[in-house]
């Protein structure tokens, strides 16, 4: 019989990559887009679940627009803490677990080392409060829960980091960047590979682990540091001039939300749990960059 694998936020970053695996036979993945299930609306969720009857959830449905959360934190707990609450809740009802992601912002940045999975929540803004509230509210409404923390998600689709700068590249000579917040930058395709094999084990271990984990890829740098090595492989790779990038401080480029300045996220328990070791950030960015030069391309010649 096939199982069905409901993806929720399947129009977003991780969501593109997650459809785009190859899943064993016998699994089937549905990824409703916004209009078709809104994860806020408990009459959407009950009349979904009991069309599809999924056998797992991947919730990436988020609010996910860091600043804008400032001015709206209801919207933001709305998406990113009642919807979970809602889908884990109708998935404990179907008898399914859930994979619910989350965020590194859950952390105030206080930390010298990287953040491990027991260490203290903190939130420094809306958006982090809200995703820490949805932690909280999936794992209280489900046991078979796991929550993936991951943090600084790139890919060759939507808005983030690598097309903000990859536009500035070709309009301005100079850009400044951030130089004393440090993360790790994560590919949404090495994500969606993590969540595929914690799911697999979700569905057909019912000794599955269940709780919270972190994954990232391998390393930390800046956001400078991401700019600069973005520029370095756009020249290595015939790319027109490279703008010179000047490292700024956090103060030097005020944010309606307050960052953390320090938010790397260790992997050791996903590593032995599931057995999932990322590879380093730059060879994931690299692989992003190769895509987006790719998708150039064939925009010239179609
Ligand atoms: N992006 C990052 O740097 C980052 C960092 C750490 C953690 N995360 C977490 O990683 C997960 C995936 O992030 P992402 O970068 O893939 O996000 P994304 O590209 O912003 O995609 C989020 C998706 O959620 C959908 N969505 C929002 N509200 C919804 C609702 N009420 N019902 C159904 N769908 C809804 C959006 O729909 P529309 O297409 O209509 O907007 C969008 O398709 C999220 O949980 C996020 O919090 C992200």
């Excluded at 299930?37 to 679940?49: G, K």
């Amino acid at each position: 019989m096939t199982q069905k694998v409901l993806v929720t936020g399947g129009a977003g970053q991780v969501g593109i990559e997650i459809s785009r695996l190859e899943w064993p036979g016998g699994v089937e993945v549905v990824a409703p887009g916004r209009d078709e299930l809104d994860i806020t609306n408990a009459n959407s969720v009950a009349r979904y679940f009991s069309d599809v009857r999924p056998a797992c959830v991947i919730n990436l449905a988020a609010y996910t627009a860091v600043d804008k959360a400032e001015e709206d934190v209801a919207g933001a707990f709305l998406a990113n803490a009642q919807g979970p609450a809602l889908l884990a809740e109708a998935a404990r009802r179907a008898d399914a677990p859930i994979v619910h992601v989350s965020t590194d912002y859950v952390f105030d940045g206080s930390a010298t080392q990287p953040y491990r999975e027991c260490d203290r929540p903190h939130p420094v803004n809306a958006y982090g409060a809200s995703k820490l509230a949805g932690e909280l509210a999936v794992g209280a409404a489900n046991p078979r829960a796991i929550i993936v923390r991951t943090a600084w998600v790139l890919s060759a689709h939507r808005t983030n980091f690598i097309k903000t700068m990859l536009r500035l590249a070709s309009t301005s000579p100079e850009v400044r960047v951030v130089d004393d917040q440090r993360g790790c930058p994560t590919s949404a395709s090495d994500i969606a590979l993590a969540l595929q094999r914690i799911t697999d084990r979700a569905m057909s271990d019912a000794a599955t682990a269940w709780g919270v984990y972190h994954f990232v890829n391998a390393g930390e740098t800046s956001w400078h540091g991401l700019a600069e090595h973005i520029f370095s492989w756009r020249a290595a790779h015939g790319g027109a001039q490279q703008p010179r990038v000047h490292p700024i401080t956090t103060a030097d480029y005020p944010t309606p939300a307050r960052r953390p300045h320090y938010s790397c996220l260790d992997t050791s328990r996903i590593a032995e749990a599931f057995g999932i070791v990322p590879r380093p950030w730059q060879q994931a960015v690299d692989e992003i960059l190769s895509e987006l030069a790719s998708i150039e391309e064939q925009g010239r010649h179609a």
